[in-house]
């Protein structure tokens, strides 16, 4: 039984080690395909645009789904250390993208990904080296 604990310990370590860096590669994706974004209308004024700005929101998906997972294997441990990312606001917009989609305000999409998404993944590489 012992073992059998601690080898689940190690695994859900490496869990959690693994979906930091599928965290952080999504997020530096979304800034990476945003890079020539500069207004909202970037968005929304062209089918590419449109195209980018629905891509966004599945990578904002698997984020959200990713920091939820997280909270569960880390026991709701992990991120009260790191207070200064609105955590619940993160999962909310996941579940906000998926249950209300055809109401997504593209200026909050665009205001994320310009404003919280470079602090959080700046938090995210900070968390995965202190793992």
């Not at 998906?61 to 709701?76: F, Q, W």
């Not at 999409?109 to 959080?120: G, M, N, Q």
Request: aromatic share 6%; net charge neutral.
């Amino acid at each position: 039984m012992k073992y059998s604990r601690r080898h689940s310990m190690c695994n859900d370590n490496a869990k959690v080690k693994h979906l930091i860096g599928k965290i952080a590669e999504s997020l530096e994706i979304i800034l990476q395909r945003c890079e020539n974004i500069h207004t909202v209308n970037d968005f929304l004024d062209t089918p590419g645009g449109i195209s980018l700005l629905d891509g966004i929101c599945m990578k904002l998906i698997a984020v959200g789904e990713s920091i939820k997972n997280l909270d569960k294997l880390t026991n709701k441990q992990l991120f009260p250390k790191y207070p200064q990312i609105p955590w619940r606001e993160v999962m909310g917009m996941r579940d906000i993208i998926v249950h209300h989609y055809f109401e997504i305000d593209a200026e909050v999409i665009f205001a994320t990904v310009k404003e919280s998404i470079p602090e959080l993944l700046t938090i995210i590489q900070k968390i995965g080296k202190e793992l």
